[in-house]
């Protein structure tokens, strides 16, 4: 097994006496888009700056790129933090050259990519604008431009589709998928369940500075809890499909149903019992989604901190 | 610490801070603004407007306006022309009715009036519209004194010339030191102090002040997160602090530059000047003093820098910085009052100390140099302090910054930070 992109061992991370990381494991393969949920105070963005080295760990260790010291890497490293700025009285291909020529670059090699890449995320005409004047969805692009822009070879994004329009969400997702293309691991901090369930090949679920659920998403949905049948039928009044064995509970509205499959049975039995009584329109088997899940790991406990503790 | 980190935060600073408006305006203005009062407002005063003044002489009793005419016609710039002279019974309002006319109505430009005095033999006024010239009343003044001294030395035998040189006797003061001996004193001290004060604590105001604000707008942004998990603290600091140390310095090498070409094309100029010959500017400003200007111009402006950017490290919002940039402003405040005391009193215990605290030696120090050469070692020592104030400074500024700049909504106490300072 290649070494992990990010590994934490044993993680702590406390700030005047609240625990915003307690004793986290974790570990990222590498090239993989890899998703790290979690509530808001829930550890994430203090879990991602201890990684990084803005923070120093109370306690356990980080492993970045196989590196105990993440100085030694941190231009291989990009970095799009949640909440972020830029320069406003820059000129937007300024700012990107600088931000890129600080992770490493020479300054031409700086200034060229940043062309490129404006050009790329379709500010080529703001080139010369100052940044402040930029919309926020704009300067988001700028930001994620300058997280890659030095082809770093893990890449950080924390929430980086929040106020994205659907069209910039597309083009950033296919930003992100790019990267990956190139080999680049992705870790991506969200809310968003869609985003994760498109893009991330693994997750991480935290609550409360610890990890509740970690794995490969297809892995942990269809290994957990109950499969679902739904079903679109022609009613013929044969009485609900929720007493049907095998079936836990469920609804039925008399057109349409859904089955919850006892943990036990077999979901295929379950849908010839279904073709066997109705006439059937349509029929899907479904894993539970991750935001089912997500609700259902960290429940309705609300969270007691919010997400930036320091 | 990466040299080429902190170089690339340099430059982006430098070229931040050379590009600003303030910055612009303040390099060139100074210069402006400085020729301008020490070479331009003497030729103001010297050439006012007009050439030729007509005046009337207007006596009442003193017996004395021809031989004031006489002196007056002696005047060059302005020529005055006596146009009038009159007896007049006393200098009362209707008497003086017709003369007040001709003043408003512009035939005169202004008229004097002679009364007699007991003692120095005449008081007299000057009546005009415009009354503003310092330079041309005094030559009237100096008319009217020498009028008096040739009717009181008549017939004595006294020559009138030796009495005239007596009275414009002048004590001169002479530095002694280990280099030499240096002409000019107070003045010349006091000049050279007050314009490094002046230059130092704008400078440092305007772009230390540029810089504590990017340091904040950094934080409060948090471009800095971005910016940390690329530089490492203490890289960022430094480099911010160099890129505005460069800033000061571009403005110091244009300021010197300016100053240079001033001696050497507008002094030979302003001596020509008729009352400014024996303004001597070689004197206050010898080749030794803009050296050690340079010198603590550019250390009092490092320390001082570094005191911005550690300041501004630890302030959330430009509201908070605004208030915790006095902190930083009044070691220069007290210096620049202490500079008064040491100005007077260049040889004191006080003032001995004083040059060598290292907040204070840049204006202090170059007082005493100024004032009363100090011995070698001394201003080395204090160089040598204040280079060390710098380098101790600097080394708590970075676990100050290591610590405070990722904080958001709240500052770190004073005994967050001496724990901080503690913990190494």
Request: charged content about 20%; aromatic content about 6%.
């Amino acid at each position: 097994m290649p070494t992990p992109a990010l590994r934490c061992q044993d993680l702590v991370k406390t700030f005047a006496g609240t625990t915003a990381v307690a004793g986290l494991n974790l570990s990222v393969p590498a090239g993989a888009i890899f998703g790290l949920l979690g509530p808001n105070g829930s550890g994430k963005t203090s879990t991602i700056r201890t990684s990084l080295g803005l923070y120093v760990p109370d306690g356990g260790h980080v492993e970045l790129l196989g590196s105990r010291d993440p100085l030694a890497v941190r231009h291989r490293v990009g970095y799009l933090p949640e909440e972020r700025g830029l320069y406003a009285k820059m000129k937007v291909a300024e700012q990107l050259t600088f931000l890129a020529a600080i992770r490493g670059l020479d300054q031409a090699e700086a200034a060229r990519r940043a062309h490129a890449w404006l050009d790329r995320v379709g500010l080529a005409a703001n080139a010369k604008s100052d940044t402040g004047d930029l919309s926020k969805g704009m300067q988001q692009k700028v930001q994620f431009a300058a997280a890659v822009i030095h082809e770093p070879d893990l890449i950080v994004l924390d929430e980086p589709f929040t106020g994205l329009d659907p069209i910039n969400t597309r083009l950033l997702k296919d930003l992100i998928l790019e990267q990956r293309e190139r080999g680049a691991t992705v870790v991506l901090s969200t809310h968003l369940m869609e985003q994760v369930e498109a893009l991330c090949e693994s997750i991480c679920l935290i609550h409360r500075g610890r990890p509740v659920l970690d794995g490969v998403v297809a892995d942990i949905r269809a290994g957990h809890g109950r499969n679902t049948v739904a079903v679109e039928y022609e009613g013929n009044g044969a009485g609900p499909l929720t007493d049907l064995p095998g079936v836990r509970r469920g609804e039925d509205t008399g057109q349409e149903a859904r089955l919850e499959v006892d943990a036990g049975a077999d979901a295929q039995a379950v849908i010839r019992a279904v073709v066997d009584r109705v006439t059937i329109r349509s029929v899907r088997l479904e894993h539970p989604s991750l935001e089912d899940i997500y609700l259902e790991r960290v429940g309705a406990s609300p969270s007691p901190a919010e997400e930036d503790a320091s | 610490m990466s040299p080429s980190q902190i170089a690339k935060v340099a430059r982006r600073e430098y070229l931040t801070r050379v590009r600003s408006k303030a910055f612009i305006l303040m390099t060139v203005m100074i210069p402006i603004l400085m020729g301008g009062y020490i070479f331009i407002m003497p030729l103001l005063f010297t050439s006012s407007g007009t050439d030729e003044l007509r005046i009337a002489v207007v006596d009442a009793g003193t017996g004395l306006a021809p031989a004031l005419a006489g002196q007056l016609a002696a005047i060059e710039q302005p020529r005055i022309d006596v146009a009038e002279q009159a007896v007049v019974p006393d200098d009362s309002e209707s008497v003086r009715r017709p003369y007040t006319e001709a003043v408003l109505d512009g035939s005169l430009d202004g008229y004097l009036v002679l009364t007699p005095d007991p003692v120095i033999g005449a008081g007299s006024r000057y009546y005009a519209r415009e009354t503003g010239n310092p330079v041309m009343l005094r030559d009237i003044e100096r008319a009217i004194e020498a009028t008096l001294l040739d009717r009181l030395v008549a017939g004595t035998g006294v020559d009138t010339e030796r009495v005239r040189a007596w009275q414009r006797f002048d004590l001169e003061a002479v530095t002694v030191s280990d280099e030499g001996e240096t002409e000019g004193g107070f003045e010349a001290a006091f000049f050279s102090t007050f314009a490094l004060a002046m230059l130092l604590y704008m400078a440092v105001l305007i772009n230390g002040q540029g810089m504590a604000m990017a340091i904040v707008e950094e934080k409060s942004s948090r471009l800095i997160e971005v910016i940390l998990g690329a530089v490492t603290a203490t890289e960022f600091m430094t480099g911010k602090i160099l890129g505005v140390l460069g800033s000061g310095l571009t403005q110091l090498g244009i300021w010197v530059g300016a100053l240079l070409l001033g001696v050497l094309y507008a002094a030979p100029m302003l001596a020509m000047g008729p009352d400014l010959a024996d303004f001597d500017l070689g004197a206050v400003l010898s080749v030794e003093l803009i050296l050690y200007f340079s010198i603590f111009f550019a250390l009092g402006y490092f320390l001082y820098s570094v005191f911005f950017a550690t300041i501004a490290a630890t302030c959330t919002s430009t509201e908070e910085l605004g208030q915790a940039m006095f902190a930083a402003v009044l070691p220069m405040v007290v210096a620049l009052m202490s500079s008064f005391y040491v100005i007077a009193n260049p040889g004191t215990v006080a003032t001995r100390v004083l040059s060598l605290l290292p907040p204070f030696t840049p204006l202090v120090m170059l007082a005493r140099v100024n004032v009363l050469t100090p011995p070698l070692w001394e201003i080395w020592l204090g160089i040598a302090l204040l280079a060390l104030g710098i380098v101790a400074s600097g080394w708590l500024a970075a676990k100050i910054f290591r610590y405070a700049l990722l904080m958001h909504g709240k500052r770190p106490t004073l005994p967050e930070l001496m724990s901080v300072i503690r913990a190494g």
